[in-house]
């Protein structure tokens, strides 16, 4: 990339996705007027350091590359409010994340995280925590600071225990637990007054004992529970099957109009049930279709995958 881009003094706007980046040159932090980056799907293991120079970007896109250590210097953007930094290779987060005040939408799904941080209850206007499908052991305590919270998705991650504090997340919308460790479902959130929607493992859908779910399901809380052998999906690769650019049947053998189904499947299901945009929400109709559709395909897979792959659990 020249080094005359930082010349651009007046840009506001820049797309640099999809374009096999490996570094960016320091000049991209003399553009003051930048408001949104994007940087999404390419090869980038670091920023530069001088990334504070930002002092109007108010969006940053890093989806998609190669990044292990949570750029420092993202964390000194303080106009910063929306930053995606899915699906990269992101073993943790740094106490220094609490430093992003204004940040309201954070996106850091699909990583390798063990551990959220204290300091996460510093980011005070925070609304949208997406954290799914990553290596979550435990939710720290702070996270009830985050009175202004609306989305929290926690699912596909190793948590065993769910903090008692969730209970204290005010404007919780929606709280997704599916396929964790979880043995017990907390009293706490009975207490999250605006909570619309849960989505937690079938085993304690199938619990008819479970009060806590009783009580909620009569608040009129949707309980989502995902179509039949939806873990296929997240464990032999299904929904990163295309995502990490895998050709025909290099990881499964299925024919692309399979493939080309099951990618359908998976862009319908992570728009209504990890809302991370503003996707109508579907009818109880709709979703009864959905599950069948679901059955559907995954004969066909089967079918095609032979007695070798189990899609029972």
């Given at each position: 990339m020249p080094n005359s881009l930082g010349q651009l003094e007046h840009l506001k706007d820049l797309d640099l996705a999809n374009n096999n980046i490996e570094t960016l040159p320091n000049s991209i932090t003399e553009l003051a007027c930048l408001e949104n980056l994007s940087l999404s799907d390419n090869e980038l293991t670091s920023l530069p350091e001088s990334m504070e120079n930002?002092?109007?970007?108010?969006?940053?896109y890093l989806s998609n590359n190669k990044i292990r250590?949570?750029?420092?210097?993202?964390?000194?953007?303080?106009?910063?409010?929306?930053?995606?930094?899915?699906?990269?290779?992101?073993?943790?987060?740094?106490d220094s994340i609490g430093k992003?005040?204004?940040?309201?939408?954070?996106?850091?799904?699909?990583?390798q995280i063990k551990e959220m941080p204290e300091t996460i209850g510093l980011i005070k206007n925070l609304k949208t925590l997406s954290i799914f499908f990553n290596q979550l052991e435990y939710i720290p305590n702070e996270i009830e600071q985050l009175e202004f919270l609306k989305i929290l998705n926690l699912e596909i991650n190793k948590l065993k225990i769910i903090p008692e504090t969730l209970g204290n997340l005010i404007s919780l919308e929606f709280l997704g637990l599916e396929f964790n460790e979880i043995e017990n479902i907390p009293d706490s959130i009975l207490r999250i007054p605006k909570l619309g929607e849960l989505s937690i493992s079938p085993k304690f859908l199938d619990d008819q004992s479970n009060t806590i779910l009783k009580i909620l399901s009569e608040r009129g809380i949707d309980i989502i529970k995902p179509p039949h052998n939806m873990k296929f999906f997240f464990e032999y690769g299904g929904c990163m099957f295309w995502e990490h650019g895998g050709e025909d049947g290099e990881y499964l053998p299925l024919s692309s109009k399979t493939v080309k189904e099951l990618k359908k499947f998976c862009s319908q299901w992570e728009n209504q049930y990890h809302p991370d945009s503003k996707e109508r929400r579907w009818t109880k109709a709709?979703?009864?279709?959905?599950?069948?559709?679901?059955?559907?395909?995954?004969?066909?897979?089967?079918?095609e995958l032979g007695e070798d792959f189990n899609l029972e659990y």
């Open positions: 930002l002092k109007k970007l108010t969006r940053l250590k949570f750029p420092e210097s993202v964390n000194k953007i303080k106009s910063l409010k929306t930053l995606f930094l899915d699906n990269n290779q992101l073993l943790n987060l740094p992003l005040k204004d940040l309201k939408r954070l996106y850091i799904y699909r990583n709709e979703k009864e279709d959905f599950k069948k559709k679901t059955s559907d395909i995954l004969k066909v897979v089967e079918s």
